[in-house]
């Protein structure tokens, strides 16, 4: 066959290496990859996706067998939450040009299966992509860009077909966040440079002499630059820590809240009362209005109310998670719940229906609405001590 401007021959350290850029969206695709790994007989097929994504294409029972309170405990509820709503954006792009995206991946692992080639599993893992994100943006900024996904991927208009042309040449996640990057400008370095430099070496160290690697066309002009560098995987795969700043800026707040009730109590009781209360109704009701917004169920309401105003004054613990844990003893998804997941999340109704998302819903939307909390309670407090002092 005669290559077309899709496929890229490299050679490094004796390696016939062919990048194959595909359209994530393109029926095309999925053909070339197949011809191109017949034709070629590599001895390793490298493809996007990490492992959580290469269980999610192979896996048709993965949902179901999903422990939802193991997600509240590992602080992976708004990681799920996220995924499921990229998930129903492409969902929403397969519905209305009947489509199937990511298809040319599931070409590659049959291709490779069937030729016994080496399957290399070449991007990083999409936890730490968004967690990497996650901590670069700060309090405010993840709030607006949660929102910023949600309305996005929930807004009516239909998808042009000049932008599914721009979405044909970019990599999934990429296209699904692009309009964010205007407002978040460091989503590229996480999103697509470093997971560049990620695949360049996943791609290099494959085993063999000829190396097929079937990505996203995005991907293409940074992996052919960053594929004659070396790159730390261990390092690209961690999650940069917390500065001291930030380790004891949880802590702060808290100190000054209980610092300024117990000094006002020497001042004035009757003042003091008044400042304990106003806290724990902010911090309660807030959060319990954010639980009943999920349509949460009156236990976990209740839950978010009693949590709220203690776990705000300790930086280990949220009021979501709670109220989640409650919310998923009472209304236990079940195995219908996981099945209908995939279509549930293509809606807004659905996303509230269902009991796995309501879940995750609850969790997020109780700690919301208990850091707001924490901020107007916490003024409250600020404001009827210096009260006392006047």
Known sequence: MSDTNNIHRLNIDGKEIILIGTAHVSKYSAE??????????????????????????????????????????????????????????????????????????????????????????ADRNIQTTFKRIWRGVGFWGKIKLFYSIIFSIFDDE?????????????????????????????????????????????????????????????????IKKEIYNDHDLEELSSIPPKTFTSKIAGWIIPGIIIGLIISTFSIDKNTGAEQIISWILWNGSLSAIGTAMAFGHILSILTAFLAAPITSLNPFLAAGWFAGIVEAFIRKPNVEDFENLSDDIFTLKGFWKNKVTRVLLVVIFANLGSSIGTWVGGADVIRMFFKTLG
């Not at 997600?71 to 990681?79: A, N, Y």
């Not at 209305?96 to 069937?114: L, N, V, W």
């Not at 721009?166 to 990057?181: G, I």
């Not at 370095?189 to 160290?205: N, T």
């Open 158 to 222: 239909e998808i042009s077909e000049e932008d599914l042309e721009r979405m044909k040449t970019e990599d999934m996640l990429s296209s699904a966040l692009n309009e964010l990057s205007t407002s978040f400008p460091k989503l590229k370095k996480h999103l697509v440079d470093e997971r560049d430099q990620y695949l360049a070496q996943k791609i290099k160290d494959a085993p063999g002499n000829k190396i097929v690697a079937v990505l996203g066309a995005a991907h293409i002009p940074g």
């Open 32 to 121: 070339e990859v197949k011809e191109i790994i017949d034709v070629e007989r590599p001895d390793s097929v490298c493809i996007e996706l990490d492992e959580e994504r290469y269980k999610s294409i192979t896996d048709r029972d993965k949902w179901k067998n999903m422990n939802i309170i193991n997600v509240i405990k590992e602080k992976r509820s708004i990681m799920l939450l996220i995924n499921l709503i990229l998930s129903s954006y492409q969902k929403k792009m397969a519905n209305q040009f009947d489509i199937k995206p990511g298809q040319e991946m599931i070409q590659g692992i049959q291709s490779s299966k069937e030729l016994g080639a080496n399957l290399i599993l």
